[in-house]
């Protein structure tokens, strides 16, 4: 069952998804070679304390940080860890927060450096994917709509969608259906109705779509080693087009 939320509810989605917007901002600032990843966790759980928000992720199924950051050929779920940050890296952070019951979560993926024009290729793919995706969130439309705009865009740049991996419906709890592919059929799917809140996240391989968990239980990397980007916006489905909840204006 998809929960519609009413425009109060989501002008309080839209305060966290906010926040999210604006701590990942600050940390995007830090980013630059020698940092680690576990500084920048540190900072995220600094930055919810001043923020008043529980990062929403630390303690889901027990993920022990707050921020997930994944590096190169991590795909998503990537722990922060001690090793410095190099120039070349591309790096993920996927940040959640709950405010008052209600949650945030989005994703930016972003060089560390001076990175290679296949990454950079790579990450331009998933951004305007995500956007792509995002335009087609409209009442009317069905999920596959969303779905297959992303798989378009990225295709057409020869590279694949990761399919173990999905967006999902947001609100009072960080995950709700309908989960959302980042692969799909035009016209296929349930209709999209106002009301709804989407966190379309896609997750593009430079090589082959598949994945593999490491024995930490949560590193998702891709099974050929090759580079991997995500974005993820939370966007509310109003009589007005999409609501990008998650966009710093
Ligand atoms: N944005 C990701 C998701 O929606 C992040 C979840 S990380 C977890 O699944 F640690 F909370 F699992
Ligand atoms: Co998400």
């Given at each position: 069952m998809v929960i519609l939320k009413l425009p109060e509810e989501i002008e309080k989605l839209r305060t966290s998804n906010l926040i999210v917007a604006e701590i990942l901002e600050e940390l995007r600032e830090r980013i630059r070679p020698g940092v680690t990843t576990r500084e920048l966790d540190s900072l995220s759980e600094g930055l919810s304390r001043k923020s008043r928000v529980r990062p929403a992720f630390k303690g889901y199924r027990g993920y022990p940080f707050a921020l997930c950051t994944s590096v190169n050929g991590e795909v998503v779920h990537g722990m922060p860890s001690d090793r410095p940050l190099v120039a070349g890296d591309i790096?993920?952070?996927?940040?959640?927060?709950?405010?008052?019951?209600?949650?945030?979560?989005?994703?930016?993926?972003?060089?560390?450096?001076?990175?290679?024009?296949?990454?950079?290729?790579?990450?331009?793919?998933?951004?305007?994917?995500?956007?792509?995706?995002?335009?087609?969130?409209?009442?009317?439309?069905?999920?596959?709509?969303?779905?297959?705009?992303?798989?378009?865009?990225?295709?057409?740049?020869?590279f694949s969608v990761v399919r173990d991996f999905v967006g999902h419906g947001i609100g009072r709890s960080l995950h709700e259906e309908p989960q959302i592919p980042n692969y799909g059929v035009r016209g296929r799917g349930i209709e999209l109705r106002p009301g709804m809140v989407l966190a379309i996240e896609p997750m593009v391989n430079e090589g082959s779509y598949r994945v593999k968990i490491l024995p930490d239980g949560w590193t998702v990397v891709t099974e050929d080693g090759k580079l991997s980007a995500h974005f993820e916006h939370s966007v509310a489905i109003t009589e007005n087009g999409p609501d990008i909840l998650s966009l710093l204006r």
């Open positions: 790096l993920s952070l996927d940040f959640g927060v709950d405010y008052r019951g209600y949650f945030g979560d989005a994703a930016i993926t972003v060089p560390v450096g001076a990175v290679s024009a296949e990454a950079r290729k790579l990450m331009k793919a998933t951004e305007e994917g995500l956007y792509n995706a995002i335009r087609q969130a409209q009442a009317g439309n069905r999920l596959g709509d969303v779905s297959a705009a992303v798989q378009e865009r990225v295709e057409a740049d020869g």
